[in-house]
């Protein structure tokens, strides 16, 4: 009896000596919610756990109960939807700050109300100066192409410079042009238009690099009113649930104003920086990426990717289309570089371990791009990473398949890809009913098997992805519940365009081992909407408000709201 008592013993030594210890207790517990986990194998939990800043638990509820400890901040979802932190793979912080701080014009419905606006703004800025503002609604006016005497009855005696919501169009005034020096005997810059009336005259509309003969003119913004207007546009981001992003074109001194706001220990982003570079000489190009990169090689945001725009918009008849636009058949837009010159830049720039990062809107563009990506392979003997094509308003269905085979990206803006007043009245008479319907080719592209991530451009458009993604489920305005549809069969499944902005788009940045799904181990970066996102129910996906956002497992945004969503 006593040997069986001593066993007995023995095995219960045994089984404590060898039972794991209970694992700590979470800081914060979500459950009861519908939990996006970007993993195709279980993509929908119920509740997420994590301490300190990683992610230990994901499951049922029942999977997290033994998590929850004394301290744990338990948050009861009713419902509500949670997602890996989103991803904004293509917006511009520095310009959507900026235009805040100057004249802002993109809630602007109409002419009489951008005028109104710029009077509005004069007035409050006395003075003799400029008067600078950005975001006006190209749609609004004929051939998206305003006339200096609607500016000129406004603003009569200041120069006034206003950008399009495109980015690649201006308008001024009178005095504008003067100041400038633009008058009926400036030639056109490369790669760049000068509107002018039927006698010549500048018209007060600028285009492409035509622009820069005014911005050279404009007062340039401190160093301090920069970071002021980067930690306005990161407090945006991240109430829009954004964790992470890739600025889409740097400079000197967007990459200084970044690294200021992360020295005062302001910037709860993660992402990359794509540093604006020319493609006509390829070795200036890598000289001056390479230059920057090293400055701020400690800069969170990391330098690590290029920028070429490649051509510009069709509604300034400056993107590159393979085929004639149809109200001027010997014009087919302008590459802002040759083959042979755009071959070299993006060799050398992938050969130095750079991202490129490439401005297409035209099917010309998107495959003189992908043919420098083929070039680029067969000089350096392998691709490079981290390929992205942004835009692709038009890609031909014959370069569909490339887009797989050379590991590039897709970068939708997906915000653009219904049948808004750009592309009924300004996009359609350009190009023709075929090639509207095959506009942004979402689906084409995914089912040719291309990786496709999601970003805003902001601030040509809004910050909001949740209207983006809307938009790639159902390829309608996200205002309507209902409505005609660009291009059938290019939607996008809801899980695809989840991914778009979360685990692809982490892929691109080449931070996916610790970002963009929720597993164990992954960094606690999450969004909270306060409402469950569904397929059946995709009209309502834009109608969702982000509830909180949590950056390291640290909420770096709250919304006040009811307790309980509606359903």
């Given at each position: 009896?006593?040997?069986?008592?001593?066993?007995?013993?023995?095995?219960?030594?045994?089984?404590?000596?060898?039972?794991?210890?209970?694992?700590?207790?979470?800081?914060?517990?979500?459950?009861?919610?519908?939990?996006?986990?970007?993993?195709?194998?279980?993509?929908?939990?119920?509740?997420?756990?994590?301490?300190?800043?990683?992610?230990?638990?994901?499951?049922?509820?029942?999977?997290?109960?033994?998590?929850?400890?004394?301290?744990?901040?338990?948050?009861?979802?009713?419902?509500?939807?949670?997602?890996?932190?989103?991803?904004?793979?293509?917006?511009?912080?520095?310009?959507?700050?900026?235009?805040?701080?100057?004249?802002?014009?993109?809630?602007?419905?109409?002419?009489?109300?951008?005028?109104?606006?710029?009077?509005?703004?004069?007035?409050?800025?006395?003075?003799?100066?400029?008067?600078?503002?950005r975001g006006w609604d190209l749609s609004l006016f004929p051939q998206a192409n305003p006339h200096k005497r609607l500016l000129d009855a406004a603003v009569p005696a200041r120069p006034v410079y206003l950008e399009g919501a495109d980015g690649h169009s201006g308008w001024l005034n009178g005095a504008g042009l003067a100041k400038a020096g633009i008058g009926k005997d400036t030639p056109n810059p490369a790669n760049g238009v000068i509107e002018r009336d039927a006698d010549g005259t500048p018209s007060g509309t600028v285009r492409e690099a035509a622009a820069a003969l005014v911005e050279?003119?404009?007062?340039?913004?401190?160093?301090?009113?920069?970071?002021?207007?980067?930690?306005?546009?990161?407090?945006?981001?991240?109430?829009?649930?954004?964790?992470?992003?890739?600025?889409?074109?740097?400079?000197?001194?967007?990459?200084?104003?970044?690294?200021?706001?992360?020295?005062?220990?302001?910037?709860?982003?993660?992402?990359?920086?794509?540093?604006?570079?020319?493609?006509?000489?390829?070795?200036?190009?890598?000289?001056?990426?390479?230059?920057?990169?090293?400055?701020?090689?400690?800069?969170?945001?990391?330098?690590?990717?290029?920028?070429?725009?490649?051509?510009?918009?069709l509604e300034g008849e400056t993107a590159a289309l393979l085929e004639p636009y149809l109200d001027r058949p010997d014009h087919r837009g302008t590459l802002n570089a040759t083959q042979a010159q755009l071959d070299k830049t993006v060799a050398l720039l992938e050969a130095d371990g750079f991202a490129v990062h490439v401005h297409v809107i035209g099917d010309g563009a998107a495959r003189a791009a992908l043919d420098a990506f083929a070039a680029a392979t067969a000089t350096n003997g392998k691709a490079g990473r981290h390929r992205t094509l942004a835009h692709l308003q038009l890609v031909?269905?014959?370069?569909?398949?490339?887009?797989?085979?050379?590991?590039?990206?897709?970068?939708?803006?997906?915000?653009?890809?219904?049948?808004?007043?750009?592309?009924?009245?300004?996009?359609?008479?350009?190009?023709?009913?075929?090639?509207?319907?095959?506009?942004?080719?979402?689906?084409?592209?995914?089912?040719?098997?291309?990786?496709?991530?999601?970003?805003?451009?902001?601030?040509?458009?809004?910050?909001?992805?949740?209207?983006?993604?809307?938009?790639?489920?159902?390829?309608?305005?996200?205002?309507?519940?209902?409505?005609?549809?660009?291009?059938?069969?290019?939607?996008?499944?809801?899980?695809?365009?989840?991914?778009?902005?979360?685990?692809?788009?982490?892929?691109?940045?080449?931070?996916?081992?610790?970002?963009?799904?929720?597993?164990?181990?992954?960094?606690?970066?999450?969004?909270?909407?306060?409402?469950?996102?569904?397929?059946?129910?995709?009209?309502?996906?834009?109608?969702?408000?982000?509830?909180?956002?949590?950056?390291?497992?640290?909420?770096?945004?709250?919304?006040?709201?009811?307790?309980?969503?509606?359903?």
């Amino acid at each position: 009896m006593r040997t069986l008592v001593a066993s007995c013993a023995l095995i219960a030594m045994l089984a404590c000596a060898t039972a794991p210890a209970p694992a700590p207790p979470a800081d914060v517990v979500l459950r009861a919610g519908r939990v996006f986990t970007g993993d195709a194998a279980r993509p929908w939990v119920s509740a997420v756990a994590w301490r300190g800043d990683r992610v230990v638990a994901l499951g049922s509820d029942a999977d997290v109960q033994p998590l929850v400890g004394a301290a744990t901040e338990v948050i009861e979802l009713h419902g509500r939807t949670v997602l890996p932190g989103l991803h904004d793979a293509h917006v511009h912080p520095l310009g959507a700050g900026r235009e805040q701080q100057g004249c802002p014009l993109s809630e602007a419905k109409s002419v009489d109300d951008i005028l109104a606006r710029v009077r509005a703004c004069a007035a409050a800025r006395p003075g003799d100066g400029w008067i600078v503002g950005r975001g006006w609604d190209l749609s609004l006016f004929p051939q998206a192409n305003p006339h200096k005497r609607l500016l000129d009855a406004a603003v009569p005696a200041r120069p006034v410079y206003l950008e399009g919501a495109d980015g690649h169009s201006g308008w001024l005034n009178g005095a504008g042009l003067a100041k400038a020096g633009i008058g009926k005997d400036t030639p056109n810059p490369a790669n760049g238009v000068i509107e002018r009336d039927a006698d010549g005259t500048p018209s007060g509309t600028v285009r492409e690099a035509a622009a820069a003969l005014v911005e050279d003119q404009l007062p340039e913004p401190t160093l301090d009113d920069d970071v002021r207007a980067l930690g306005w546009a990161v407090a945006r981001l991240h109430a829009a649930g954004i964790t992470s992003i890739m600025d889409a074109s740097v400079d000197e001194r967007r990459l200084a104003a970044w690294q200021a706001l992360a020295s005062k220990g302001e910037l709860a982003l993660r992402g990359v920086a794509c540093i604006g570079v020319e493609p006509t000489d390829a070795t200036a190009a890598l000289e001056h990426a390479r230059a920057l990169r090293s400055r701020f090689a400690d800069l969170p945001l990391a330098p690590s990717c290029a920028k070429i725009f490649l051509d510009g918009v069709l509604e300034g008849e400056t993107a590159a289309l393979l085929e004639p636009y149809l109200d001027r058949p010997d014009h087919r837009g302008t590459l802002n570089a040759t083959q042979a010159q755009l071959d070299k830049t993006v060799a050398l720039l992938e050969a130095d371990g750079f991202a490129v990062h490439v401005h297409v809107i035209g099917d010309g563009a998107a495959r003189a791009a992908l043919d420098a990506f083929a070039a680029a392979t067969a000089t350096n003997g392998k691709a490079g990473r981290h390929r992205t094509l942004a835009h692709l308003q038009l890609v031909h269905p014959d370069d569909a398949p490339r887009f797989a085979a050379l590991d590039v990206t897709a970068n939708a803006q997906s915000l653009w890809a219904y049948p808004d007043s750009y592309i009924r009245e300004v996009n359609l008479p350009q190009v023709g009913q075929e090639r509207v319907d095959r506009m942004y080719p979402w689906g084409t592209l995914v089912r040719a098997g291309a990786s496709v991530v999601g970003g805003s451009d902001w601030p040509v458009t809004t910050v909001n992805p949740l209207e983006a993604i809307e938009v790639m489920v159902r390829r309608q305005d996200p205002a309507l519940v209902a409505g005609p549809v660009l291009g059938k069969g290019e939607e996008l499944a809801l899980e695809v365009a989840l991914g778009a902005y979360t685990a692809a788009a982490a892929r691109l940045f080449g931070h996916a081992d610790e970002v963009g799904a929720l597993r164990p181990g992954a960094r606690a970066d999450l969004v909270v909407l306060d409402a469950a996102l569904s397929a059946e129910r995709a009209a309502d996906i834009s109608d969702a408000k982000v509830w909180r956002t949590y950056v390291d497992g640290r909420a770096v945004y709250r919304a006040d709201g009811p307790a309980v969503p509606q359903p």
